[in-house]
């Protein structure tokens, strides 16, 4: 698990969420590419040498100081699911997050079918269920 920062590891991110959101879930190309990846961190998970998992991590701003980092885009192979890489992407993450010290909160839209994953790392419902490209989707936070 680390942190992308070559132009590789950057398209190879970009590789998994088209093939994860964009060709898997049929998510609109304009709305997977949003215009918020330069601003964020993107996390990638290798399996025996092959990127397999990414997330992305933007700090939203509140002030000169950041309140809550906000987890997005979490995405694992069909091919590699199973395996706990979602999972320890999101523990890398959070323990990225708490190390930062001004963040007291982490925020996250989970798909519905997925929000038990989330529950079991501490996170809770926040509002109702909505749409979001598609697909039915619910604010969750995890207070630090």
């Known amino acids: 698990m680390l942190v992308a920062t070559t132009d590789i590891e950057q398209a190879a991110c970009a590789s998994i969420r088209h093939q994860v959101f964009v060709v898997g879930q049929n998510v609109p190309l304009e709305r997977e590419y949003d215009g ?3 601003e964020a961190l993107h996390y990638i998970a290798f399996q025996e040498g092959q990127a397999v998992g990414t997330a992305r991590l933007r700090m939203l701003p509140n002030a000169d100081e950041p309140e809550e980092a906000k987890i997005e885009r979490v995405a694992v192979l069909a091919k590699a699911r199973g395996r706990g890489i979602a999972t320890e992407l999101m523990e890398q993450m959070l323990a990225d997050i708490r190390k930062d ?3 007291t909160q982490a925020v996250l839209g989970s798909q519905t ?3 038990g994953f989330y529950e079991k790392l501490g ?3 926040t509002g109702p269920v909505y749409e979001d490209a598609g697909l039915p989707h619910i604010d969750m936070v995890l207070e630090l």
Do not use: T
């Open 36 to 38: 918020l990846d330069e």
């Open 101 to 103: 010290g001004r963040v």
């Open 113 to 115: 079918y997925i929000v």
């Open 123 to 125: 996170f809770k419902k």
